[in-house]
């Protein structure tokens, strides 16, 4: 979460609960985690109410792994059929239902750098992801995500770009993604 204004958030909770103009929505650290596991399969996220209980369905890792066109309701059990393969999600139509504008898909980063691994003590990269909230029309850089210290252990790389080359081999977006939904998909 990244806050501006009267005062300055950038943290990890577990728990935010967001207030727009017409509405509340709660959002927790696990639903927020399908959504970015979802992004990084490029799974389309949709809001799914069960068609008894009205309840929000939620695809868990497997379901958001396995595409599935039915879901047994958490709060009733009845079997809930959709006609599209995407994942449910109820933070898919947040924005809407408590009045903030649609998160814009970011605007992909055209930037490359190239270094030698030998010159950094720490290269950290990871995917950038499209916000499920924000209160601001401007659309973020997205790709990939890079951090580098140097050798005596100050950071002198913060960078959003197209492709990475390390050591002559080249990292873009698509693989930083599969990579990161790899790794999660372990856990
Ligand atoms: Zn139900």
């Not at 309840?55 to 599209?84: E, F, N, W």
């Not at 449910?88 to 903030?100: F, Q, S, T, V």
Request: hydrophobic share 40%; glycine share 8%; net charge negative.
């Amino acid at each position: 979460m990244h806050c501006d204004g009267g005062s300055e958030i950038d943290d990890s909770f577990d728990t935010v609960l967001v207030q727009g103009p017409q509405g509340d929505v709660v959002v927790d650290a696990e639903t927020a985690r399908l959504c970015w596991l979802a992004e990084m399969l490029g799974r389309p996220i949709r809001a799914i109410d069960c068609t008894r209980c009205g309840g929000a369905q939620l695809d868990r890792q497997t379901a958001v792994h396995h595409s599935s066109l039915a879901r047994t309701c958490s709060t009733c059990g009845h079997v809930v059929k959709t006609s599209d393969s995407a994942v449910a999600n109820p933070l898919a139509d947040a924005w809407e239902r408590i009045g903030l504008p649609r998160p814009q898909p970011a605007r992909v980063s055209i930037a490359t750098l190239s270094i030698a691994a030998r010159d950094y003590s720490v290269i950290a990269l990871w995917p950038t992801s499209t916000e499920i909230l924000s209160n601001e029309g401007e659309l973020e850089l997205g790709g990939v995500h890079v951090h580098a210290w140097d050798l005596e252990g100050e950071m002198i790389v913060d960078a959003t770009l197209g492709t990475l080359t390390v050591d002559g081999i080249a990292i873009g977006t698509d693989a930083v993604r599969h990579e990161a939904a790899r790794v999660a998909l372990m856990h």
